[in-house]
């Protein structure tokens, strides 16, 4: 086991190193000139071009990616060219906001989706079946920022029971809550969806085993059976689908936040592309990768919990 982690983060860190390169270069190539924003509107040729020195632009590329990764191994992620803040404590500022709407929609995903799947499996082709499914499939189609949209107007407009935007406490507060309702739920339909439709395969795979057929024999209530011997089982797609999902929450969480107006990284990586803000959108998007990576770490790490015949190779 422990070779297999020391494996996985040298992996991590070799992603990451691709994903920084990737991301650098297509900004470099990107069309705009970033001395130009930063100089302002009404800069001369030589006041852009002092810009452009003293930003290290005038460099060739490989020099300037050689320069932004020795920043990045002392975890110096430069500064913003709008700002002229530290983007490391921009990000820190707001990445919390995203965490809150990500966990509040992923907690809400597995406790609607998860028990969804399993009663869709057990009332396999009836009424309740159809109905959930066909609902999954609405889910998983419709846009989140067009139900973030519909559901603004409905619940804070119209009907002013909740906040119709801004997310400035976490979601387990009593404010914080009626706070991350509505986002939440905008972000969280087609995970539920997916949760939904892949807990249901899941299930019904496992309640045509041997085994279960075995417990059903020795007499065993159907509560039982599926709380203590199928849920377990199923539960191995379901964990690989939440690593998955929380990768995607936080990439969907860009859109939630400049519908809800949330003060998230997300907001603010949409504000580096506006801006041509290139530090800000190199490290933006690299931060969101190295969750995505260390969460599926943990996601194939917890295998082993779930069920303890998994093992890995030493």
Not at 281 to 305: E, G, K, R, W
């Amino acid at each position: 086991m422990r070779r297999y982690v020391i494996k996985r983060i040298a992996l991590m860190f070799l992603l990451l190193l691709g994903m920084s390169f990737i991301v650098f270069a297509s900004l470099y190539i990107a069309p705009g000139d970033p001395a130009t924003m930063v100089a302002g509107p009404s800069a001369t040729e030589a006041d852009i071009e002092i810009v452009r020195n003293s930003l290290g632009l005038d460099k060739p590329f490989l020099t300037q990616y050689l320069i932004y990764l020795k920043k990045l191994i002392h975890l110096d992620l430069g500064m913003s060219y709008s700002s002229r803040q530290p983007i490391l404590n921009e990000i820190l500022v707001r990445l919390p906001n995203t965490l809150n709407l990500a966990c509040a929609a992923m907690i809400l995903s597995v406790l609607v989706g998860i028990p969804a799947g399993i009663l869709t499996a057990l009332k396999k082709d009836t009424a309740v079946d159809n109905v959930v499914t066909t609902c999954s499939l609405v889910g998983i189609s419709v846009p989140n920022f067009l139900l973030g949209t519909v559901l603004m107007y409905v619940f804070s407009v119209v009907l002013k029971w909740l906040p119709a935007g801004g997310m400035t406490h976490f979601f387990w507060t009593p404010v914080g809550f009626k706070e991350a309702i509505l986002p939440a739920i905008a972000l969280s339909t087609g995970t539920i969806a997916s949760f939904t439709r892949i807990g249901r395969s899941a299930m019904l795979e496992v309640l045509q085993s041997d085994y279960i057929r075995t417990a059903k024999s020795k007499g065993l209530k159907q509560k039982a059976i599926i709380g203590v011997h199928a849920l377990r089982n199923a539960l191995i797609p379901l964990v690989t689908q939440f690593g998955t999902s929380f990768g995607g929450l936080l990439g969907g969480a860009i859109i939630t936040e400049q519908v809800f107006v949330i003060n998230g990284i997300g907001t603010y990586l949409i504000k580096g592309i506006t801006n041509r803000d290139y530090p800000v959108v190199q490290s933006t998007v690299l931060v969101i990768a190295a969750m995505f990576i260390i969460i599926n770490l943990l996601v194939d790490l917890l295998y082993c919990v779930i069920d303890p015949r998994i093992k890995y190779e030493e």
